[in-house]
């Protein structure tokens, strides 16, 4: 069984910064890959970022590079991700997500765990 669990989501005005977290228990969380996906109302789910399990490759969006960043701690079995320079175009609930593979995929539904997301609002 796998659980995950999100913090830190929140109001932030834009230029402003927040840190996500992904509270995860199960094989998966050290072994496979993990990765932040978000879904504004009205759209479809997005891939965000992910990490694989060594933390040796990370693949973030084009709409985020150079400001997230996704970092793991399989000792700690926590998933971050680092937001800053938020853009109320960033608005959106964030699910943190686990695939028991070791490849990192943009595809939602080749995750086969989520959390129940986080709000994050950035306001203009």
């Known amino acids: 069984q796998v659980n995950l669990e999100e913090s830190g989501g929140g109001l932030v005005q834009a230029g402003g910064s927040l840190t996500l977290s992904c509270a995860a228990s199960?094989?998966?969380?050290?072994?496979?890959?993990m990765a932040w996906f978000r879904q504004a109302p009205g759209k479809e789910r997005e891939f965000v970022a992910g990490v694989s399990s060594s933390s040796s490759s990370r693949l973030h969006a084009d709409s985020v590079k150079d400001r997230f960043t996704i970092s793991r701690d399989n000792a700690k079995k926590t998933v971050t991700l680092q937001m800053d320079s938020l853009k109320p175009e960033d608005t959106a609930r964030y699910y943190c997500?686990?695939?028991?593979?070791?490849?990192?995929?943009?595809?939602?539904?080749?995750?086969?765990?989520w959390g129940q997301g986080t709000q994050v609002t950035v306001s203009s």
């Open positions: 199960g094989r998966v969380v050290s072994s496979g890959t």
């Open positions: 997500a686990a695939r028991p593979s070791s490849m990192v995929t943009r595809i939602p539904d080749l995750y086969s765990y």
